[in-house]
């Protein structure tokens, strides 16, 4: 019997991964005969080369298309055979020229179409890259820089000032030059200066720069020296650069953006630098108005704001629930026309914007029918922006509110709660207020505000009244007015107390502002209305 050996011995010098010795393959090693030949073996790109020259078998698809193997067929290019005619170049002079040409009469002609495009709020610019945007702009926007420097050029020419021509090494500035630009003359200048250094020596005698002559002049003229108090950093929420900067990622990343406005105040609510921020810098992004809370107003005072809002950007009607919402079919065909509209891309994005505690949460948790938002009836619930799926197509982007200075805790802006005086709102609170609302909402004799001198005191007088009857008192039997105050600022913001801004009167329309319409206070006509501007935006005309 022969003698086997070991087989962990043998199976020790297999190695784990062999290298072929084909040509194809770029890792092999060379055999005895190429190893004093030099570099003889192929490398990887010979190997990628030589293998798309190979191509192998052509291969049809169903049609009978070449989908595969193009390239070792010389006698074909595409589908169509190669000839002497289809082999070359034609020799013509458009090849060298230019593709695109407009004369100056068509220019203006399409300036005029632009402009009326610009100003419809439901037409919409289909083929944006094929307008010469550059031209229309410069006749637009640009015609007075131009004018400028024409005018300049006139009064001082570039040869006289620059180049070998030139008479002079340093640029003056004559005086036609400065009147251009709307600057005073060197001289005129100098005069100014040499008169207020007169007036300086003359009022302070003991020498330029002293001391005590400048705090006796700042003791006689305290009012130009006067400094506002410091301002709350309470004030300040909505309005830092943080929420600014969300904000700004949110247009950015939207294809539609949706401005979120409260029908109780539709112009407070409307954020005016967002829709010049559309108009300059994006123009191809579409605005849509919703007026939410619709049910806190009359309706007759919605239709009037819809037909308002309706002449800058199609505008819907709006309540926000996730069990009766109202408007919501109209908005979703909105949106739905919008991802048609964009039909080359595979998803749009909508950017929720608005105010704080205006509803954009609660709107988005209405299209989806479900809680994906987190929504409070307090300011600054929404931190940071947040994407939500509505369709395949269609992303919602939910936004923190941002707001302007002005009527800050009114708007709904501010927590009552942190607020360091909040009695200090309680006149505009109850000038805002129909009397009779107060009075239903607080079982209390309240007649309004006088506007004068004396509304400090009323508003004080009826708080002391409410903080009795509910049992806000302090020791010693002191009404407790803060707590009172901070309680009727919850209820404005929240919609216990009933209050809105009328629309402005339309020309030609019978009905003064602020005053309901018989026939037109009724949620029918709300709904017409509704469809009707959604069916105006679906059917916009297309440039």
């Not at 192929?42 to 595969?68: C, H, L, P, Q, S």
Request: one cysteine or more.
């Amino acid at each position: 019997m022969g003698k086997h050996g070991d087989p962990r011995k043998s199976r020790s010098k297999i190695p784990a991964f062999s290298k072929g010795a084909s040509s194809a393959n770029p890792d092999r090693k060379a055999g005895k005969k190429a190893n004093g030949s030099g570099g003889s073996l192929r490398d990887k790109a010979t190997i990628n080369r030589i293998n798309m020259y190979k191509g192998g078998r052509v291969k049809r698809d169903k049609k009978g298309v070449v989908v595969e193997g193009e390239l070792a067929r010389r006698d074909r290019a595409g589908n169509s055979e190669i000839t002497g005619a289809t082999g070359r170049v034609q020799p013509d002079r458009r090849w060298f020229g230019n593709t695109r040409t407009i004369g100056p009469g068509e220019l203006d002609k399409f300036r005029e179409e632009m402009r009326e495009v610009a100003s419809n709020p439901f037409a919409v610019v289909l083929k944006r890259k094929k307008v010469p945007t550059s031209l229309v702009n410069e006749a637009e926007g640009d015609r007075s820089a131009k004018a400028k420097r024409e005018e300049l050029l006139a009064a001082q020419p570039f040869e006289g000032t620059f180049g070998p021509s030139s008479s002079r090494k340093r640029c003056a500035l004559p005086a036609a030059v400065a009147a251009l630009s709307g600057a005073p003359g060197l001289e005129k200048l100098a005069a100014t200066a040499r008169a207020r250094t007169d007036v300086y020596e003359e009022k302070y005698a003991d020498g330029r720069g002293d001391a005590r002559a400048l705090e006796s002049e700042r003791a006689r003229s305290a009012d130009c020296f006067a400094r506002d108090t410091a301002r709350d950093d309470l004030f300040a929420k909505g309005q830092s650069r943080r929420i600014w900067a969300e904000l700004y990622k949110v247009l950015d990343c939207s294809d539609v953006v949706v401005h979120v406005v409260d029908a109780r105040d539709v112009p407070g609510t409307t954020c005016d630098r967002v829709v010049t921020h559309l108009k300059k810098t994006a123009t191809h992004k579409h605005l849509l108005f919703v007026v939410n809370k619709c049910d806190l107003v009359p309706n007759w005072c919605v239709r009037k704001w819809l037909a308002h809002l309706g002449q800058t950007a199609p505008t819907l009607a709006f309540r926000a629930s996730t069990t009766k919402p109202f408007g919501k079919g109209a908005l979703l065909d909105v949106l739905c026309q919008y991802a048609k509209l964009h039909g080359d891309a595979k998803q749009i994005s909508v950017g929720i914007v608005g105010y704080p505690n205006v509803g954009k949460s609660a709107v988005i948790n209405s299209l989806r029918a479900k809680q994906v938002c987190k929504v409070a009836p307090i300011p600054g619930e929404t931190k940071v922006w947040q994407y939500v799926t509505l369709t395949k197509r269609v992303n919602l982007i939910d936004c923190p509110g941002v707001a302007d200075d002005a009527n800050a805790v009114l708007k709904g802006v501010v927590r009552a709660e942190r607020l360091p005086d909040p009695t200090l709102f309680l006149v505009p609170l109850l000038r805002r207020c129909d009397p009779k609302h107060v009075r239903s909402a607080y079982d209390l004799p309240f007649d309004g505000l006088a506007g004068g001198d004396g509304d400090d005191a009323a508003a004080t007088a009826f708080a002391e009244a409410l903080a009795r009857k509910m049992g806000r008192l302090l020791r010693g039997g002191e009404p407790d007015v803060r707590t009172v105050a901070v309680q009727m600022i919850n209820d404005w913001q929240r919609g216990k107390l009933p209050h809105f801004v009328p629309p402005p009167a339309a020309a030609g329309d019978g009905v003064a502002s602020g005053e309901p319409e018989a026939a037109a206070d009724d949620l029918a006509a709300l709904e017409d209305a509704n469809e009707a501007a959604a069916q105006t935006a679906l059917d916009g005309e297309a440039a």
